[in-house]
RNA sequence: GCCGGCAUAGCUCAGUGGUAGAGCAGCUGUUUUGUAAACAGCAGGUCAUUGGUUCGAAUCCGAUUGCCGGCUCCA
């Protein structure tokens, strides 16, 4: 299947019609269990079952077993052999209720009642479902299909419903596509930046430390860092001033905030000395009382502070992912304070900042979603309509004007404001927001942050939080799964290999390896007694960008022999032309 | 937090009720080397923790912790 519309189309059929021959085997396997929902997904596809009467007297559902997925999978093999029909009939409400109360398919009654007209269900073989369609024409038509997984879905994902049992599963119109879809999840776990991670030694999570809180290594340290220090330059370059805060304020100003009441759960509580602190969730407090130190005129508008603020969330534990989502981060934050004439060139300022960041870290794939108010919601959101109409309309002539394709995704908004959220994709395709751009009604008034105007009365600012990275551990997570840990030189933790072919060379590996690091090139000398295609494997595997052989044929003509990662041995070149062409390339970040 | 799976040496993994194993890494020695792994020896483990079953548990059962895949959540 191609890329196309009618194809990609045409894939979600084909996946959807997989999970109703999967449900019709499961069903024939365990006449007990209800069917949920069997949608098809980003790629593939998957079925809810509620398996609770298919062990009766057990306390707990059934679950399936990997022999079950076998067992799932043959009797699916025979549906397909028989070529069954796929039969679409259009029926009456009150005819679908009749037969899915005789199916005891509590689930598809729930779906039931909410649907009106245009109630179709498909049947094939003896197996009928519930199903707007449309699906290819019969069973035969699934030439390859896998079962990939079992996991727990609540119903409707709720999590106050029942639990059912979702199996996965992908189909495709030959093997070879099979093969190719299989191939290419086994190539991403290569990908995976928490492998990748322990490989190159650039971070830990420690188990005695505690879930969810990074140590970086000193070579991630080095990544870390110097994206910090590009992460500054670039902000101090477009007027935003440095601050920086403490990890822990009294509990009564997250009290006045109203973060006290609504981010409890996320939220760490500390006696200190008699007082009661809260660990920071979030640095805009601090920066508001900054802003608050003195009456602002609207000339000193927009001020934007910015600070890397490491921050402390709980997050449950079964949310936890390497670096993507953890319990402590450095937010690369900010706030701007402005006037409402100033809102479009602040926002369209920091979307080209986004943009940049973006850019400069070549990411490629990346989706930007307008989150707005859930519809027609109308308690538990701070502002008024008008607010949320303006703030809308404002953000989408930002995103319009920089032609941005974006997604409108009505309930994503936070409550206190709608947002622009850049989304992040790791190696499997998993998306995590990064960069976020959001408007707040809430605290300019808990806090009445204002400034005085030309007509001499002071004025609510506007005020706008925003991360241009997301979280230095999220991005830095979906850096290393972007490069596959083979970072541009720039960032790499270390630059330069060199390697001797023998000790005696050591003199002038050590002359050369001098002279890099006095041009700030972060060099490793490899000057042991092993063979020189040990020393080669070593620094490929740690995908050291450039190695330089040193042997006597170097020493003598005052040269360096240059392997390039990715293209091998480039041939001898005079130092100073190498340091040059170094230098050339970290400067402009290639 | 919920559902399921997993946890053995620094790393990657074997070991299905009867004395804890391999490769790599580490240390010591030998080798002095020309573009992705030289050779030998040594050392390294309360089998995550904990309670139970058993004459006997890495192995079977329970609890806890952590990790993995989902779900939910995510200012």
Redesign the pocket.
Known sequence: MGKGKNEVFGKKIYWHSTAHIMAQAVKELFPDVKLGIGPAIESGFYYDFDCQEVTPDST??Y?F?PEDLEKIEKRMREIIKKDYKFVRKEIKKSEAISLFKKLKEDYKLELLNELNKGITIYSCDNFIDLCEGPHIPSTGRIKAFKLL??????WR???KNP?L??I?GVSYPSQRELDEHLKKLEEAKER?H??IG?ELDLFN?F?EA???LVCWTPKGTIIKEIIEAFWKEEHLKRGYQLISSPHIAKTDL?KT????E??????AELKFGNENYVLK??NCLFHILTYKTRIRSYKELPIRYAELGTVY?Y????????LM?VRGFTQDDAHIFCREDQMVDELTGVLELAQYMIKTFKFTGYQVDLSVREPGARGGYAGSDEDWEKAEETLVQVLEAKKLDYKRVEGEA???GPKIDIKLFDA?G?AW?GP?I?LDFNLPQRFNITYIGKDNKPHQVFLI?RTVLGAMERFIGCLIEHYKGAFPIWLSPVQVAVAT????LEDYANEVTEKLKSHDIRVQLLS???????K??EA??MKIPY?L?I?????IAKNV?I?E?GK??IG?FKLDTFINLLTKRIRNKD
């Open positions: 707990t559902a679950t077993t997984k079992v996991a727990g879905a609540y994902g709720n999590e639990m049992q979702r996965y995976d928490r492998k322990k999570i188990e505690g879930p969810g997250w905030s109203g973060h006290y609504y981010h409890y759960e996320g939220m969730p979030m969330r997050e449950r534990s079964g949310v936890l992912h390497g989502r936070v409550f206190y499997i998993r927001q976020t959001q939080h072919i023998s000790q005696d042991g007694a092993e063979k020189i295609g040990f080669i494997r490929s595997l190695i052989i042997g006597k044929r170097e020493k022999s392997r990662r091998g041995d001898s």
